[in-house]
């Protein structure tokens, strides 16, 4: 089971990643893009993941995950962490991370684990 205490950890690791407190939560950002953030009220992490791979997921683990419309007027993950691995959870902050930052530098990321 993960948590989010496991993505704030991992997202951190991330090339220009840093964490800003928002109204009381934790928001992880690559400058002034959020990636995901924490919603208390609710008890849930907010992703951006990739649109296709969104929509695979509400259909099939709609359990875990759910739409969750932005103020940008897009669509966004509700991800029930607590429902995840550790390693899933990693492999989505990842995801995350590469929808907001320039795709050389996410493309250098990952010829870098190689």
Do not use: N
């Amino acid at each position: 089971m993960a948590s989010y205490v496991q993505i704030r950890r991992f997202g951190l690791t991330l090339p220009g990643a840093a964490e800003v407190i928002h109204f009381g939560q934790s928001w992880l950002v690559v400058g002034k893009k959020t990636f995901a953030l924490w919603s208390a009220d609710r008890g849930l992490a907010i992703m951006k993941l990739e649109r296709e791979h969104q929509q695979f997921l509400f259909d099939v683990r709609s359990d875990t995950f759910t739409p969750c419309k932005v103020g940008t007027g897009g669509i966004w993950s509700y991800v029930d962490v607590g429902k995840l691995t550790k390693k899933e959870a990693e492999a989505l902050t990842l995801e995350a991370w590469t929808q907001v930052v320039p795709k050389k530098l996410s493309r250098a990321y990952a010829e870098s684990l190689r």
